[in-house]
């Protein structure tokens, strides 16, 4: 691969780097002149992998496209340009991606002037720009998570130019307010509180590929959330890597707990966040979630290990005991919780006794829902360079029965549902069936269940017939 002068490719030292500095807050956007009307007549398309935080950085993309006159299609064979947005919390993922992008090969075969880009997280990874620029000719546009902004006048020098426009800032980031968006939801939004991580969890890549912690300020969260009520959005979510610590990184009379009863105050039905870290969640933020109707009973609550030697390694700050209390604490104030989390099996050198620790924890806490995992080394994190001598033959065992044990307790959860009505938000017909409606509890449990006249958006009264691990069965009481 020859490298060209004008190329800024990702720096994995930079990026880890945390100054003092006061980050830059820019709040005014405009799209170049000579870009403003590149997309007329062109079609473009959007694939997302990963959380929440790109499922929304998508939907700014997609307003930046839209001003500049592109058109969304949901059919990757008509379109012009293709983003794929990535994710690099594990390896999977990028293999996936590669694979993606290798199927496209026959699209930019039969149409040359296919503009194939690529950003995301997994932008942000060394390896990973150096083996897709190298084997990958059709990718014609990689950026970053902190270019995106800078989207039109690549795309221009792209189409214009016949440019292979590479553009990767390792740094701290920015927070830019007013970028247009083009929401996928049409009553459900997601709402960036802050962006970036400086937790530097030892096993994770989020603090390298996304920057420091920046915080929105406050008011410009709430002027977000009073549009998107004037708008009929009946959900929000409140997105941070580890919300709990918004405002920290502004001064100290910001905190989440005020940011959350302020957005209940404006009258959102539906108000949820994600993701919690147990380290600084806070009493003030028990208090809020138990007080208003609004703000869903609902907590994503990382555990990651059960083991306080493996938490100490993962750099987690919370001992195994402060978890459990954490989590008494949360189902006694806050009448009707659920609560899922997060488990990684397999963290380096983690012994049999170990993860019984983990076990321990999910056979207490009896989990709502569990995300599991397989540790996955990634390039340039502490862990990564950890000695780790656990086969992976074990792991996938560990795997297996830890599914296996919290499968068990989410059945009993859901049983208990059984005979009861619950309000139901609607998101349309099942992905599986298109004779019954799906939507979610207040409590974040998907429920399918049968009705009439039955619109996406609505709020409906469902009476549960039956429960299996991951959704409810019921029919909707009119
Ligand atoms: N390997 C496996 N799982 C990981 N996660 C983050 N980094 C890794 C990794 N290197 C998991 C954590 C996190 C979730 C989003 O992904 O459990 O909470
Ligand atoms: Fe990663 Fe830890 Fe930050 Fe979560 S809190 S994004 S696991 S570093």
Redesign the pocket.
Known sequence: MKKRPEWILPDLKEAQKRTKKQIERIDSYVVPENARSIGVNRLYFISTYG?QANERDSETLAGIMDSMGFTKVEDVEKADVILINTCA??DNAMEKVLGEIGNFKRLYRENPDLVIGVCGCMAQEEGFVERLLEKYPQVRLLFGTHNIHQLPEMLYSVIYEKKRVVRIYSREGEVYENLPVHRFGKHKAWVNIMYGCDKFCT???VPYTRGKQRSRYMDEILKEVRELKEQGYKEITLLGQNVNAYGKDIDDSYDFATLLEECAKIGIPRIRFT?SHPWDFSDEMLDVIGKYENIMPFIHL?L?SGDSDILKLMGRRYTQEEYITLYNKIIERIPNVAVST???VGFPNESDQQFEHTLDVVKYCKFDNA?T??????PG?P?SRMEDPISLETKKKRLALLNKTWNQYALERNKAYIGKTVTVLVDGWSKKNHTVYSGYTDTNKLVNFTGNHIQTGDFVQVYIDDAKTFSLDGHAIE
Do not use: K, L, W
Not at 373 to 378: D, G, K, N, Q, W
């Open positions: 959380c919390i594990r096993y994770c890549i993701t990382p990651q997060d488990i990684i995300f995992f397989i540790f996955s080394p990634r994190t862990a």
